[in-house]
């Protein structure tokens, strides 16, 4: 969870950084109005993106645990298997 810590905070850092650039720049209001608009448009596409991958990227893990508890139900059930073969096979 550090990591998505660090990005959200690297990501709200520029998205201020930016504000406040675009708001102390000598442009007339409905300029600077327009600058803010289509970096916060730009801002949330990034966020959208990212949580998406980050959204996939859990998907991925969840479906290679679960792949990997699968393969480990069949191998116990297999063991299982043959030491009840096994066993049979004593008491004949």
Partial sequence: ????????????????????????????????RKKISKKSGDLADSLKKKFNDLVDGIAEKIDEVKDEADELVERGKEKAYNVKSELKGNLS
């Fill in 1 to 32: 969870m550090s990591n998505g810590k660090l990005l959200s905070g690297l990501l709200i850092g520029a998205a201020i950084g930016t504000a406040l650039g675009i708001l102390f720049a000598p442009e007339k209001g409905s300029e600077t």
